[in-house]
């Protein structure tokens, strides 16, 4: 075992009775990362979590943890923590009392159980609501006991399902850098599920994009924000106008449109993100059909004979009226490059 293969999963099937839901995964952690499974509802990211947390028994396959294979071994003897969207914290105890609940189940004790409390909460800075029940704290607080709870237990992995859902965008905020803290400063293995590809983007320091059951790509925040491999994964990272590539044209709505430019022989596709469309000049023509104020941009939606295009310019330029009709460009120098398409 060497410390890139720390958490593997080998040919890892996950069914529902005759459904399966995650077909013959292989997926190698390292230990220390922070890792985000991302990907949209019923792609099979829960189910995995579930599975490595002991919560589900795989039909086939291994799961092995720092060389030992914890496939079939109960949910309760795992080195391995979880945290909860919920946070499944008990209403009629106290910070303090939820933080130490599981550390009594395992007989600790005294000044040791003491320490490891205190330790904890100072960990993800709640030291001062040790005496508060859940009810007197925060969502992002209540996050925060949750969080401290499975720490203290010294897990090798420690899964956290949807962590930041529950909190307004204020709180999101300062949960990514909360949890990004305390895994970094604790050292430990830590994956978070989430459908949220600018939390994933924000946190992880590799993410994994599922999809169907199959993962579509692995790669750091970087390599899936701008060099996305399909045009699943392109349209889930904001590249929202995706197109398949035959030869010297691109598949559009209304027939095959001829492109010029340096492409790959091997490329299946193209897309441009919003901001890569050139607005107001070029060889196609759109008319307005919507249009949304950003803040520092405006973003357009356009009715054009490629079909609908969604472009975005600096919204210091003046604005364009429903119904106007402009030029545009799709510049081949911008977009990203698809080695995969058929996904959508």
Known sequence: MSDSRFLSLEKLTLSYGKNVAVPEMDLDIA???LVALLGPSGCGKTTTMRAIAGLMEPASGAIVLDGANITRVPANKRPVGLVFQSYALFP??????????????????????????????????????????????????????SLARSMVMEPKVLLLDEPLSNLDARLRLEMRTELQRVQKESGVTMIFVTHDQVEALAMADRIIVMLDGHIEQIGTPEDIYNNPASDFVADFVGFENVFERVGDTIKTANGDVAISGDIDDATKGLAWRPSMVTLGEGPYEGTVRGTSFAGGTREYLLDTPLGQIKAECDAALPAHDFGAVLKFDLPVAKAAQLARTGSL
């Open 92 to 145: 009629h105890l106290n910070v303090y009392e939820n933080v130490a609940f599981g550390l009594k189940l395992m007989g600790v004790k005294g000044k040791d159980l003491e320490t490891r409390v205190n330790d904890g909460l100072k960990t993800v800075g709640l030291s001062q609501y040790a005496t508060r029940k859940p009810a007197e704290l925060s969502g992002g607080q209540q996050q925060r006991v």
């Open 31 to 33: 230990k220390g990362e």
